[in-house]
């Protein structure tokens, strides 16, 4: 375990050595993110931060903890990366369309779930028990990777936000691997506590005033292994096998979701950009930069420690927790007018609710 660490701890020094280096040849390819009026920038900033991420990540699963992983899946994974990777590179340097960047994700995808062998095979419900997928496996698999994928993409808005809430949930993540996988299982936290690691070496040239940007290289790698950890590392977590990784990605999943009914209320294309995201909100109601992604951070550990109760609560404890996490985001979500300052039914409720208590009285 203690070499384990010092591997850990070294991978976090290289992923913080080579940034620099990756930032320079983000001006060489032009991979600069120059400033418009949905960007929070005020001066051209280079991306491909997520390259200096993925190249740490590979050399510590590749070289420095090479014994801890099966030889056929590491390979498979790193050749869906690469599809990632390049995808976001050139997407950086020359902007794809958005058909474009979802079709190098679904080709990864399909990667993982062919060669790679990870899927979603089954769900598991308490007193139903275990259910099968058989075919709907691939879609389903297919769907959750492209959704988590987009969803990390769609919070890449401030300096040090996506890779801050990357580290947190990734962290949740390989804690719940390790404590609840068996034991021969216990790989799937080492490679996601190595993404940490990675992830831990780029934030201080990520994090307000950031010196580079992940980019869509970083911001597509990120999600992609986030999803691709949360199918392996997660499947045999008892309650809903999907209930504990959605409420460790609460976050990128409930601006995603939120920013979609805000579009369809709003009578807009769903994949229409807008100012309206959570950090937007934050920043609108009067948080500075450095504030806003502080506080979002706050959050994110908030669903950690949730998601951490749901492998050792009783079943109705669970229902309870979920029902309680439902009303409390949506009371959240309506009092910074995440969907609109007028579509707020819950708060109106409680409204009506206490006059008519204190009309009664």
Known sequence: ????????????????????????????????????????????????????????????????????????????????????????????????????????????????????????????????????????????????????????????????????????????????????????????????????????????????????FLGDTGALFIGFMIAIFSLKGLKNVTFISLVIPIVILGVPISDTVYAMLRRILNHKPISQADRHHLHHRLMQLGLSHRQTVLVIYGISLVFSFIALLYPVSSFWGSILLTVAVLIGLELFVESIGLVGENRQPLLHLIQKVVKKLEKDD
Request: include cysteine; glycine fraction near 6%; hydrophobic fraction near 60%.
């Open 1 to 212: 375990m203690f070499n384990i660490i010092v591997k850990l701890f070294l991978t976090m020094i290289i992923a913080a050595a080579i940034t620099p280096f990756v930032r320079k040849l983000a001006f060489v390819l032009g991979a600069v993110d120059n400033p418009n009026a949905r960007r929070v920038n005020k001066k051209p900033m280079p991306t491909l931060g997520g390259l200096a991420i993925f190249l740490a990540f590979n050399f510590s699963t590749f070289v420095l903890l090479r014994t801890q992983f099966p030889t056929h899946e590491l390979f498979s994974v790193f050749l869906a990366e690469c599809i990632i990777v390049l995808t976001g590179l050139i997407d950086d340097i020359r902007e794809l369309k958005p058909m474009q960047k979802m079709l190098g994700i679904l080709v990864a995808a399909l990667v993982v779930y062919f060669l790679a062998g990870i899927k979603m095979t089954y769900i598991v419900l308490p007193v139903f028990g275990t259910f099968q997928l058989g075919w709907l496996s691939l879609p389903i698999t297919i769907f959750w990777i492209l959704a988590i994928t987009n969803a990390v993409n769609l919070i890449d808005g401030l300096d040090g936000l996506a890779t801050g809430v990357s580290i947190i949930a990734l962290f949740t993540m390989g804690m719940i691997s390790y404590f609840f996988l068996t034991s021969g299982d216990t790989y799937v936290a080492i490679w996601i506590l190595a993404m940490v690691a990675s992830l831990l070496g780029f934030l201080p040239h990520n994090f307000h005033p950031a010196k580079i």
